[in-house]
C-alpha cells in the first residue's frame, strides 16, 4: 500500500534552535518528494521538490534530503523563527498521483 | 502575477444541502487539483482536471464532483452534505498534470461547515 509517514507528530522548539523533521514513504513508482508548509489556515506552500537523482536540496534555512534507497527524506530548519510555527507535510509523487503524510506541527516558542 | 483564488471562503450548510466551490488557478495554469484536508484524514486527493478533461480521481463517493471550464477555471460540486464532508476544501494549479516536477500552487481553501 502506497503510504508517508511522518514524525514526529508534533515538535516544540525555542527560536533560534534547529530541528529536523522526518519523512518514510512506501510509495512506488517513485517520481518525486516535495515538502510543503501550511500556515494555519492558508493553503500549503511548496518548499522543495525532489526527484529520485537528487539527495539534498536547499531552500534558505530549509534543507531536504532524500535517500532513495531506505525510502527517507528529512526536512532540517536551522536557526528557527517564530514564522516557522506551522505543519510541514510530506507528499510523495507517483505516476499521476500524489499520497500526502499526515504532516508534523512544528512550534517554535520565544 | 495573481495567486489561485478560491471562492467562498467561508460557508456553512445544513445536512442534506449541496454546495458549489469555485477556484481559480494562476493565469496560464491548465491544470487544476482538488483536495480535502480534515485534521483526521490530512490532505486527500478528490479529483484532477487539465484542458476541462478530468484526468484523475480519488476515492470519494459520487457526491463529489466537479468540473473545469474553457478559461480553466474550476467548480466542484457536493451534493447530500453530510457532517463528514465538513473540511478545508483546497484547489491547486499547475501548468501541467501531476507527473512530473511541476510545482503545484495552493489557495487558501475554502472552509465547509455542515450542521
Known amino acids: 500500500k502506497n503510504q508517508v509517514e511522518q514524525s514526529p507528530q508534533s515538535l516544540i522548539i525555542l527560536e533560534g534552535k534547529n530541528c529536523t523533521l522526518q519523512c518514510n514513504y512506501t510509495v512506488s513508482p517513485f517520481s518525486n518528494l516535495r515538502w510543503y508548509k501550511q500556515d494555519t489556515g492558508r493553503g500549503p506552500v511548496s518548499l522543495t521538490i525532489?526527484?529520485?537523482?537528487?539527495n539534498t536540496k536547499s531552500n534558505g534555512r530549509y534543507t531536504a534530503t532524500l535517500d532513495a534507497d531506505t525510502k527517507q527524506s528529512s526536512l532540517h530548519i536551522t536557526a528557527s523563527q517564530l514564522s516557522d510555527s506551522a505543519s510541514y507535510i510530506c507528499?510523495?509523487?507517483?505516476?499521476?498521483?500524489?499520497?500526502f503524510g499526515p504532516g508534523t506541527r512544528l512550534s517554535v516558542l520565544p | 502575477k495573481a495567486g489561485v483564488t478560491q471562492t467562498p471562503r467561508y460557508l456553512i450548510k445544513t445536512r442534506g444541502q449541496q454546495v458549489t466551490l469555485s477556484c481559480s488557478p494562476i493565469?496560464?495554469?491548465?491544470?487544476v487539483s482538488w483536495y480535502q484536508q480534515t485534521p483526521g484524514q490530512g490532505l486527500q486527493f478528490l479529483f484532477e482536471?487539465?484542458?476541462?478533461?478530468?484526468?484523475n480521481k480519488g476515492n470519494f463517493p459520487g457526491r463529489f464532483s466537479g468540473r473545469q471550464f474553457s478559461n480553466s477555471r474550476s467548480e466542484m460540486n457536493v451534493s447530500t452534505l453530510e457532517l463528514g464532508d465538513s473540511a478545508l476544501y483546497l484547489c491547486a494549479s499547475s501548468s501541467f498534470p501531476g507527473q512530473g516536477i511541476y510545482e503545484q500552487y495552493f489557495g487558501p481553501g475554502t472552509r465547509l461547515t455542515v450542521t
Open positions: 525532489m526527484t529520485f537523482s537528487e
Open positions: 507528499v510523495v509523487n507517483y505516476g499521476q498521483n500524489f499520497v
Open positions: 493565469s496560464g495554469h491548465r491544470s
Open positions: 482536471y487539465f484542458s476541462e478533461t478530468q484526468r
